[in-house]
Antibody, heavy 119, light 112 residues
Framework: EVQLVESGGGLVQPGGSLRLSCAAS????????MHWVRQATGKGLEWVSG???????YYPGSVKGRFTISRENAKNSLYLQMNSLRAGDTAVYYC?????????????WGRGTLVTVSS | QSVLTQPPSVSGAPGQRVTISCTGSSSNIGAGYDIHWYQQLPGTAPKLLIY???NRPSGVPDRFSGSKSGTSASLAITGLQAEDEADYYCQSYDSSLSGPVLFGGGTKLTVL
């Protein structure tokens, strides 16, 4: 079955760190650009980061310098290292597959993992 | 900062036609970049609904259609059904510092 499964979410204090993982299956993971998209409760979707098949990375200004996206093709896994977390980073984080580079749209999504930043 | 603007909410009765607009700027839709649409049913992950302005992935009913003109795009839903009640998001590539991926704020569709 073609799917993405996120893990690693949880409760973390402001200023803390967390590493999210996304396990891919059912497709050739190494051939696809991958992304993270987040959604605060009751809010819209916000793109968080992207990584190409060659390891090139992309971030919006809101997370640049704090978040690091990476991938491990041998393990069919995508990661998001989040540092210096703030209350505003509280959200469900989705892993998403880009249809084909450089289409810049997402044809497969995981179910998400919840990150809560609170003291 | 670039944005894609959607109405917060739209509504319609079963069987009716509704449209959801997405207004962008010269750094995204106006620059010729494609618009894509996602449907998010309550409590679930987003699902690709329309890609490349007007194309439907396999399995998406032809009741859903998309169009683009100038700096705006629209999603139309005909023959509205109760199961269409969801949040809808437009998305595009953006060449400004906001990008390269930009989502609209989302539109809540209520089926009356």
């Amino acid at each position: 079955e073609v799917q993405l499964v996120e893990s690693g979410g949880g409760l973390v204090q402001p200023g803390g760190s967390l590493r999210l993982s996304c396990a891919a299956s059912g497709f050739t993971f190494s051939s696809y650009d991958m992304h993270w998209v987040r959604q605060a409760t009751g809010k819209g979707l916000e793109w968080v980061s992207g990584i190409g098949t060659a390891g090139d990375t992309y971030y919006p200004g809101s997370v640049k310098g704090r978040f690091t996206i990476s991938r491990e093709n041998a393990k069919n896994s995508l990661y998001l290292q989040m540092n210096s977390l703030r209350a505003g980073d509280t959200a469900v984080y989705y892993c998403a597959r880009e249809h084909s580079s450089p289409d810049w749209y997402f044809d497969l999504w995981g179910r998400g993992t919840l990150v809560t930043v609170s003291s | 900062q670039s944005v894609l603007t959607q109405p917060p909410s739209v509504s319609g009765a079963p069987g009716q036609r509704v449209t959801i607009s997405c207004t962008g700027s010269s750094s995204n839709i106006g620059a010729g970049y494609d618009i894509h649409w996602y449907q998010q049913l309550p409590g679930t992950a987003p699902k690709l609904l329309i890609y490349g302005n007007s194309n439907r992935p396999s399995g998406v009913p032809d009741r859903f259609s998309g169009s683009k003109s100038g700096t705006s795009a629209s999603l139309a839903i005909t023959g509205l059904q109760a199961e269409d009640e969801a949040d809808y998001y437009c998305q595009s590539y953006d060449s400004s510092l906001s990008g390269p991926v930009l989502f609209g704020g989302g539109t809540k569709l209520t089926v009356l």
